[in-house]
């Protein structure tokens, strides 16, 4: 899991152009959005759509489970695992 972890990692500093962000700096478990990471609706959907291109799966922004899947990286690797 410590691999999808640091993928999505990744997929977050590349996606969101977070060049002075090493993924290490990166907390698994800490909010994406608001306190955390303070990543913001936009964010969000090119997230989204960065993931779906890079694990093919499509994610439903009305959906409480998306929502709740992208609360931080932890829960948005379980949600990919649960996919897959």
Avoid: W
Avoid at 17 to 27: A, G, M, R
Avoid at 41 to 65: F, R
């Amino acid at each position: 899991m410590e691999k999808l972890h640091n993928e999505i990692k990744n997929i977050i500093i590349q996606t969101l152009n977070l060049d002075d962000i090493t993924p290490n700096e990166i907390e698994t478990d800490a909010p994406l959005f608001g306190d955390g990471l303070g990543l913001d609706s936009i964010d969000a959907l090119e997230l989204g759509l960065a993931i779906k291109n890079q694990y093919g799966i499509v994610l439903s922004a009305e959906s409480d489970e998306t929502k709740k899947a992208f609360y931080s990286v932890k829960t948005l690797a379980d949600f990919i695992a649960s996919q897959q």
